[in-house]
């Protein structure tokens, strides 16, 4: 079955920088799009970044963009997300998710909380 | 930016019709998408392309795209259908993809 497993949330500063990970199992890695979807402590939830299957193409959220990357490693079944000059606002939950033809995302992560906070 | 607008909480008996709207500029031309999520997890597809359901997604659920309004319908509900649901769309002109407001049904 598919499985999605985030690490790499924590708590940190303002300004500094932390990189998530999602190891996927399960399935054709390779063949999938990827996404990374954040929600702040009782709020909805925001579409973050994407990144094509075979990381040619990678499109961020305005709120976000220039600050975080994303990229995979096909050869590691891992997606990342690099979060850079956080800030208190960046404090959420981070999902992973998989992409499927058509726009949705069909299976999701449980998670990793980053928490920016002096 | 796109935007998507959703009622903030729904209502229902057990054993009744939950209607949630999702609202966007003729959100009728897009592909709409559907997630349940329950509190501490996270969320659940429940119906791509507006009205297919994931295997394992009971009949009760459907949907409907028309205008500027899309609809996720749950018939016959029941306690274990209290949750958040969002709606969700790509948008095209911008390569971005967009959340609805999120709605909170809770059965009565």
């Known amino acids: 079955q598919v499985q999605l497993v985030e690490s790499g949330g924590g708590v940190v500063q303002p300004g500094r920088s932390l990189r998530l990970s999602c190891a996927a199992s399960?399935?054709?890695?390779?063949?999938?799009?990827m996404h990374w979807v954040r929600q702040a402590p009782g709020k909805g939830l925001e579409w973050v970044a994407d990144?094509?299957?075979?990381?040619?193409?990678?499109f961020y959220a305005d709120s976000v963009k220039g600050r975080f990357t994303i990229s995979r490693d096909n050869s590691k079944n891992t997606l990342y997300l690099e979060v850079n000059s956080l800030r208190t606002e960046d404090t959420a939950v981070f999902y992973c998710?998989?992409?499927?033809?058509?726009?949705?995302?069909?299976?999701w992560g449980q998670g990793t909380l980053v928490t920016v906070s002096s | 930016s796109y935007v998507l607008t959703q009622p903030p909480s729904v209502s229902v008996a057990p054993g009744k019709t939950a209607r949630i709207t999702c609202g966007g500029n003729k959100i009728g031309s897009k592909s709409v998408h559907w997630y349940q999520q329950k509190p501490g997890q996270a969320p659940v597809l429940v119906i791509y392309?507006?009205?297919d359901r994931p295997s394992g997604i009971p009949e009760r659920f459907s949907g409907s795209n028309s205008g500027n309004t899309a609809t996720l319908t749950i018939n016959r509900v029941e306690a274990g259908d209290e949750a958040d649901y969002y709606c969700?769309?790509?948008?095209?002109?911008?390569?971005?993809?967009?959340f609805g407001t999120g709605t909170k049904v809770t059965v009565l």
């Open positions: 990144i094509s299957s075979d990381g040619s193409n990678k």
């Open positions: 969700h769309v790509w948008d095209s002109s911008s390569d971005h993809y967009v």
């Open positions: 392309y507006d009205n």
């Open positions: 399960g399935f054709m890695f390779s063949s999938y799009a």
């Open positions: 998710a998989r992409g499927i033809s058509g726009g949705s995302f069909d299976d």
